[in-house]
C-alpha cells in the first residue's frame, strides 16, 4: 500500500514540475533587430511574432525574450506580455486570450538583453501571436527592441511580424528575408491544467482500486 501511494505521489511531483520548450528561436542572430523603442518613444506599440508550436503541451509558463540595444545609457522600462489567436475569418490576430500584469522596471543595459516573462499556465493554441507592449521607458536613450533570428529550432514561424501602433488594425509586416521578420523568443509549456487533472483522477482511480484489492 506505501509503495503504491509513494509511486502515486512521486508521479504527480515530477508531472507537476515537467516543462518543455515548445518554441525557440534564439540560435541564430540576424545581427539586427526591430526598433520597438526607438530613442524618441517612451510607450511602444504592441508587437509580436506568429508562430507554431511543437510537441503537445500547450500551458504556457514562460516566455523568454532576446531585445538589442544600440546604446551606452542604462535604464528600464515596463512591459505588458500578451497572447493573441489568429482568427480564422481574417487570418489576422483576435482578442487577447491572456494579457499579463505589468512587469515593471525590465533593466537594459548595451547589447543584447534577455527578458523572462513567468505566465501563469495559459492554455493556448497551435498557432498564436505572442505581442510586447512597452511604457515608461527610463533612461536607456537609443534604439531598442526585439531581436531578429531565424530559424527556429523548436516550433516554426513565417517570414512576418505583426504589429498595431496605439489601437489601430493589425499590420503584418515582412522584409523579404532581409532580415527574415521573425523575432528571438522561447516559449515554455506544460500539460493544460484540465490534462493535469484526467491524469491526477486516473491516478486516483488506479490507487483506490490497488488499495481495496
Given at each position: 500500500?506505501?509503495?503504491?501511494?509513494?509511486?502515486?505521489?512521486?508521479?504527480?511531483?515530477?508531472?507537476?514540475?515537467?516543462?518543455?520548450?515548445?518554441?525557440?528561436?534564439?540560435?541564430?542572430?540576424?545581427?539586427?533587430?526591430?526598433?520597438?523603442?526607438?530613442?524618441?518613444?517612451?510607450?511602444?506599440?504592441?508587437?509580436?511574432?506568429?508562430?507554431?508550436?511543437?510537441?503537445?503541451?500547450?500551458?504556457?509558463?514562460?516566455?523568454?525574450?532576446?531585445?538589442?540595444?544600440?546604446?551606452?545609457?542604462?535604464?528600464?522600462?515596463?512591459?505588458?506580455i500578451r497572447f493573441r489567436p489568429i482568427m480564422e475569418s481574417t487570418q489576422a490576430p483576435g482578442a487577447a486570450l491572456f494579457t499579463s500584469d505589468m512587469f515593471v522596471g525590465m533593466p537594459v543595459v548595451a547589447g543584447m538583453n534577455e527578458y523572462n516573462f513567468a505566465i501563469p499556465n495559459?492554455?493556448?493554441?497551435?498557432?498564436?501571436?505572442?505581442?510586447?507592449?512597452?511604457?515608461?521607458?527610463?533612461?536607456?536613450?537609443?534604439?531598442?527592441?526585439?531581436?531578429?533570428?531565424?530559424?527556429?529550432?523548436?516550433?516554426?514561424?513565417?517570414?512576418?511580424?505583426?504589429?498595431?501602433?496605439?489601437?489601430?488594425?493589425?499590420?503584418?509586416?515582412?522584409?523579404?528575408?532581409?532580415?527574415?521578420?521573425?523575432?528571438?523568443?522561447?516559449?515554455?509549456?506544460?500539460?493544460?491544467?484540465?490534462?493535469?487533472?484526467?491524469?491526477?483522477?486516473?491516478?486516483?482511480?488506479?490507487?483506490?482500486?490497488?488499495?481495496?484489492?
Amino acid at each position: 500500500m506505501k509503495r503504491i501511494l509513494l509511486l502515486a505521489t512521486l508521479f504527480v511531483s515530477t508531472f507537476s514540475v515537467a516543462q518543455t520548450v515548445v518554441y525557440d528561436n534564439t540560435t541564430t542572430s540576424l545581427n539586427n533587430n526591430f526598433p520597438l523603442l526607438p530613442d524618441w518613444r517612451t510607450h511602444s506599440a504592441e508587437v509580436g511574432d506568429e508562430v507554431h508550436l511543437a510537441g503537445s503541451q500547450r500551458g504556457v509558463v514562460n516566455l523568454k525574450l532576446l531585445f538589442w540595444y544600440r546604446g551606452a545609457e542604462s535604464g528600464s522600462f515596463d512591459a505588458l506580455i500578451r497572447f493573441r489567436p489568429i482568427m480564422e475569418s481574417t487570418q489576422a490576430p483576435g482578442a487577447a486570450l491572456f494579457t499579463s500584469d505589468m512587469f515593471v522596471g525590465m533593466p537594459v543595459v548595451a547589447g543584447m538583453n534577455e527578458y523572462n516573462f513567468a505566465i501563469p499556465n495559459i492554455a493556448v493554441p497551435d498557432r498564436l501571436v505572442w505581442t510586447i507592449e512597452a511604457f515608461n521607458r527610463q533612461g536607456a536613450a537609443g534604439e531598442l527592441g526585439p531581436a531578429y533570428f531565424h530559424a527556429p529550432t523548436v516550433g516554426s514561424s513565417d517570414d512576418w511580424f505583426w504589429q498595431s501602433d496605439l489601437g489601430s488594425e493589425w499590420i503584418n509586416y515582412s522584409w523579404g528575408g532581409d532580415p527574415y521578420a521573425n523575432f528571438a523568443a522561447t516559449i515554455t509549456a506544460v500539460p493544460e491544467p484540465a490534462t493535469v487533472l484526467g491524469i491526477l483522477t486516473g491516478i486516483g482511480i488506479f490507487t483506490r482500486r490497488r488499495l481495496k484489492a
